[in-house]
């Protein structure tokens, strides 16, 4: 918690969400990078590689950072469409995403069709038990029912 209390009060959040947007900033498709991630064999693009290993460490900070963590989730949920678009494409923030919105009433509230509606369509083309877990999460808070 002390470490969360720390990152966030350094400005951590924007920090690694200006690092995450910078490469499509600087003219990398988010398609390129997601073949890179699942393509597989000789004819892998070994290119993106590394910067596929530094946005996932990213990922999983911000997944650190706001864990069980109000404060860092909102300050997160600033950020959301940006990792909504990196939904699917093998930066693997999908359990980033949970955790925004895992046990945060105020922002489960928000949430709306188009976003359930995304996550199935991304669970129809690939079968990922995670965005089950996104769904699942989604439903309650505190063991008690969404509306």
């Keep these: 918690r002390l470490l969360q209390k720390l990152l966030r009060e350094m400005h951590a959040i924007a920090t690694v969400m200006r690092v995450v947007q910078l490469p499509f900033t600087r003219g990398v498709s988010l398609e390129w990078m997601e073949a890179s991630a699942y393509e597989s064999g000789p ?40 990792i909504r678009a990196h939904l699917g494409k093998g930066l693997m923030c999908e359990v980033t995403f949970r955790e925004i919105y895992f046990g945060t009433r105020s922002l489960l509230t928000q949430v709306d069709e188009d976003l359930v509606q995304q996550i199935v369509d991304l669970l129809k083309v690939r079968k990922d038990p995670r965005y089950i877990d996104f769904l699942l999460s989604i439903c309650t808070c505190d063991d008690d029912p969404m509306p």
């Design 43 to 82: 004819g892998k693009d070994k290119r993106f590689n590394r910067l596929l290993y530094v946005m996932r460490l990213c990922y999983r900070l911000m997944k650190q950072m706001v864990k069980q963590d109000d404060r860092n989730a909102q300050q997160l949920f600033k950020h959301v469409e940006v």
